[in-house]
């Protein structure tokens, strides 16, 4: 099972994206979804989560910027990034957790997407 990141690209900052999730071989409503994020040669770190009861759970800085949202009808997680910064530059996968609540922790996810490469840079 393949999850398929979309909406990365080269921006400013300031900037806002919106990153998709989505895949043909499940149905998300019933996972627990993460947004991870990884810089080259640096640990891969949770963003944010939305569970099945869609609580969403924000880590360490996408507090305030970031927003997890589904659209279950399309069978789609969106990450919205707000007040991009150059920080924020890394590759952006989502992953699919049976569990019923959010983790961060990369073991406990079931299926991986390849992810999305987001760059803010002036």
């Known amino acids: 099972v393949q999850l398929v990141e979309s909406g990365g690209g080269l921006v400013q900052p300031g900037d806002s994206l919106r990153l998709s999730c989505t895949t043909s071989e499940l149905n998300l409503e019933t996972y627990s979804v993460t947004w991870f994020r990884q810089v080259p040669g640096k640990e891969r770190e949770g963003v944010s989560c939305?569970?099945?009861?869609?609580?969403?759970t924000y880590y360490a800085r996408s507090k305030g910027r970031f927003t997890v949202s589904r659209d279950n009808a399309e069978n789609i997680v969106y990450l919205r990034m707000n007040d991009l910064k150059p920080e924020d530059t890394a590759v952006y996968s989502c992953a699919a957790d049976r569990a019923e609540y959010c983790s961060n922790n990369e073991r406990h996810m079931d299926y991986w997407g390849k992810g999305t490469l987001v760059n803010v840079s002036s």
């Open positions: 939305i569970n099945k009861k869609d609580q969403v």
